[in-house]
T-cell receptor, first 113, second 118 residues
């Protein structure tokens, strides 16, 4: 089945450690996105990529980094510079052509203690 | 810049009652509009979308929404609520370019949590 796979579903880390969240898609979509979700704040865009080896900052990129070495993969690293990293992280993808929605993974809940 | 406002962070209805979730947007160019649903600790699932053409859009699970350009609104409705409709709902907007293809990122509203009472 085609879709977006995020792993792990739950992640615990100690404060000050970097952590990488995985996102893989087999939908052959060009664009991929990372969103952060906090209660009452909706989804906020962290980074997005429209082509391999290129990506752009979203609205809240500080303290995060990404890479796009393969079309299928768009990992997100939450660095120690992110002041409040505990949140629910959602990865999405979409084609660039045509009028279509974004397709979402099941999310990763990151808790930093 | 585009933005989305969902009126009411929490909406509570009785089973069988009308569901109305409000969404207003601002955009300098014609937008594409979406409603997504999210169940606890899960990703987002598309309910329906408006692109062009008919302004009344029907989606899954009996939901529909009407695009009203003059009111910059895209409210979501369902005639009769079911217990399984309890979830969080997000309205989102994506810009369309002059050629009619969509590009760029989605901008989301803050979400509305729907509670359905028996």
């Amino acid at each position: 089945d085609g879709g977006i796979t995020q792993s792990p579903k739950y992640l615990f880390r100690k404060e000050g450690q970097n952590v990488t969240l995985s996102c893989e898609q087999n939908l052959n979509h060009d664009a991929m996105y990372w969103y952060r979700q906090d209660p009452g704040q909706g989804l906020r865009l962290i980074y997005y990529s429209q082509i391999v080896n290129d990506f752009q900052k979203g609205d809240i990129a500080e303290g995060y980094s990404v890479s796009r070495e393969k079309k299928e993969s768009f990992p997100l690293t939450v660095t120690s510079a992110q002041k409040n990293p505990t949140a629910f992280y959602l990865c999405a993808s979409s084609p660039l052509e045509g009028v279509t929605e974004a397709f979402f993974g099941q999310g990763t809940r990151l808790t930093v203690v | 810049a585009q933005s989305v406002t969902q009126l009411g962070s929490h909406v509570s209805v009785s089973e069988g009652a009308l569901v109305l979730l409000r969404c207003n947007y601002s955009s300098s160019v014609p937008p594409y509009l979406f409603w997504y649903v999210q169940y606890p600790n899960q990703g987002l699932q598309l309910l329906l979308k408006y692109t062009t053409g008919a302004t009344l859009v029907k989606g899954i699970n009996g939901f529909e929404a009407e695009f009203k350009k003059s009111e910059t609104s895209f409210h979501l409705t369902k005639p009769s609520a079911h217990m399984s409709d309890a979830a969080e709902y997000f309205c989102a907007v994506r810009l369309a370019n002059a050629g009619g293809t969509s590009y760029g990122k989605l901008t989301f509203g803050q979400g509305t949590i729907l509670t359905v009472h028996p």
